[in-house]
């Protein structure tokens, strides 16, 4: 049983490029958050996505958007890359019929910008 | 709205000694809690969860976690330290009253060090 599975692993860009994060969820899931976690901290809740639609979102600007496709993977789009935009991009997945609250993490996609 | 306050950035054991990393939350719903841990370089693992059932919460690799709502507490413990255990440990908080969504509030995380 595959589960969340995250690409690019690692990848560096430049101020003021965009970048594309992309996820798939656990088998059996069909909700995707996404967390942000920057260097020495916790990971910090961007959003989630349930049925194709954008169902929470966390303090993050307008730069960050998100998408899911059908089959519940899920992109994440970040616009205008600051410096303080590098970190890790975690993608978490878990079933609305569990109802537990756990989420499934993927390893994640480290970006640099410099 | 929901936080959680992990006291201690850092802690260090020797190896065979008692692992106590703490976590206080803050919820104004029966909180649903969790500790993950994060080796280097990689996403978040599981180590065990609290979902109102018993206060007692074991989990794997030998942790376990005793809920308190009186202290609104919930440290991870686990007798004995082993190398392997040297990680960064996460508490976190869910709520699941927006609609039964799955959004985790974390700490800023304890790093454990395990010396020979």
């Known amino acids: 049983d595959a589960g969340v599975t995250q690409s690019p692993t690692h990848l560096i860009k430049t101020r003021g490029q965009q970048v594309t994060l992309r996820c798939s969820p656990k088998?059996?899931?069909?909700?995707v958050s996404w967390y942000q976690q920057a260097l020495g901290q916790g990971p910090q809740f961007i959003f989630q996505y349930y049925e194709e639609e954008e169902r929470q979102r966390g303090n993050f600007p307008d730069r960050f958007s998100g998408h899911q496709f059908p089959n519940y993977s899920s992109e994440l789009n970040v616009n205008a890359l600051l410096l303080g935009d590098s970190a890790l991009y975690l993608c978490?997945?878990?079933?609305?019929?569990?109802?537990?609250?756990?989420?499934?993490f993927g390893e994640g996609s480290r970006l640099t910008v410099l | 709205a929901q936080s959680v306050t992990q006291l201690g950035s850092h802690v260090s054991v020797s190896e065979g000694a008692l692992v106590l990393l703490r976590c206080n939350y803050s919820?104004?719903?029966?909180?649903?809690l969790f500790w993950y841990v994060q080796y280097p370089n990689q996403g978040l693992q599981l180590l065990l969860k609290?979902?109102?059932?018993?206060?007692l919460v074991k989990g794997i690799n030998g942790f376990e976690a005793e809920f308190k709502k009186s202290e609104t507490s919930f440290h991870l413990t686990k007798p004995s330290a082993h190398m392997s255990d040297a990680a960064e440990y996460f508490c976190?908080?869910?709520?699941?009253?927006?609609?039964?969504?799955?959004?985790?509030?974390f700490g800023k995380g304890t790093k454990l060090t395990v010396n020979p």
């Open positions: 609290y979902t109102s059932a018993a206060t």
């Open positions: 919820s104004s719903v029966p909180p649903y």
């Open positions: 088998s059996g899931h069909d909700t």
């Open positions: 976190a908080v869910s709520d699941l009253t927006q609609g039964g969504s799955e959004k985790l509030v």
């Open positions: 978490a997945s878990s079933g609305t019929t569990a109802n537990t609250g756990e989420l499934f």
